[in-house]
């Protein structure tokens, strides 16, 4: 067995009591740090203050790491032996701080900008632009009466004598023209595609830049073709999307 090192302090005593002290010493430097801090507001004048208390810590947290070590050999789990410099620079904190209101700042102008745009947007009279949308579905009519059925259940799904008039009789649901208006009525012109007796024969649908839209005229004044795409359709082509039967 080595002999002991005159010089090493490991528990010793003298070593113990400054550990004690030092432990002491660090629990006061904590609550007179956090008491510190919580009579704080924010405001730019406390980083004086700030800087201080942390001081006041970090000094405190030191001693206690050198006793610890003196005493047992070991540092405590307080990061103070990394490289990384934990100390309170007061230069820094303004320096932290000056930084963080730059990007506060530049944020706000950002959303200011976006709030601008939008006012633009809001109150110009005349629209960034104006679409036209064209789509054809085609569809073999494999069984009829399947159709005419999924009409009726459609009908009945979404007719309540209670909220209609009283005088008014229930649709008789006869013909494939009233299935289909039913079915679509019931789920929108995609609930084509799920009705039983209906097998999908292709889809296209075009997007064109407008010349015109429906509600800048009257019903009765809107074009006898309103689906014709027109001669210059190629030209105004925005998107085309081509969907092929499976």
Do not use: C
Request: proline residues 5%; aromatic residues 6%.
């Amino acid at each position: 067995m080595s002999e002991p090192d005159e010089d090493d302090t490991q528990w010793t005593d003298e070593a113990r009591e400054s550990f004690r002290t030092a432990a002491a010493n660090l629990v006061e430097a904590v609550r007179a740090h956090s008491a510190a801090l919580l009579e704080l507001t924010g405001a730019d004048a406390d980083a004086e203050a700030i800087a201080e208390a942390g001081e006041q810590l970090e000094a405190a947290a030191t001693v206690y790491a050198d006793t610890q070590f003196e005493f047992t050999g070991t540092v405590p789990p307080l990061g103070l032996d990394e490289e990384d410099d934990y100390s309170y620079d007061e230069d820094l904190y303004y320096d932290d701080l000056e930084d963080d209101l730059e990007e506060d700042a530049e944020e706000d102008a950002a959303d200011d900008g976006l709030e601008d745009a939008e006012e633009d947007v809001e109150e110009s009279d005349e629209p960034a632009a104006k679409l036209t949308v064209l789509h054809r579905m085609d569809f073999v009519v494999t069984d009829e009466p399947a159709v005419i059925l999924a009409g009726k259940e459609a009908y009945h799904d979404g007719w309540d004598p209670d909220e209609d008039d009283a005088d008014e009789e229930p649709v008789d649901v006869a013909d494939l023209g009233a299935a289909l208006q039913q079915i679509q009525q019931a789920g929108g012109i995609e609930a084509l595609t799920d009705t039983p007796g209906l097998a999908s024969a292709g889809a296209v649908t075009w997007v064109l830049e407008a010349t015109d839209l429906l509600d800048e005229r009257e019903p009765d004044e809107w074009p006898d073709s309103p689906f014709a795409p027109g001669e210059d359709a190629q030209q105004r082509l925005l998107h085309r999307l081509d969907e092929v039967a499976g």
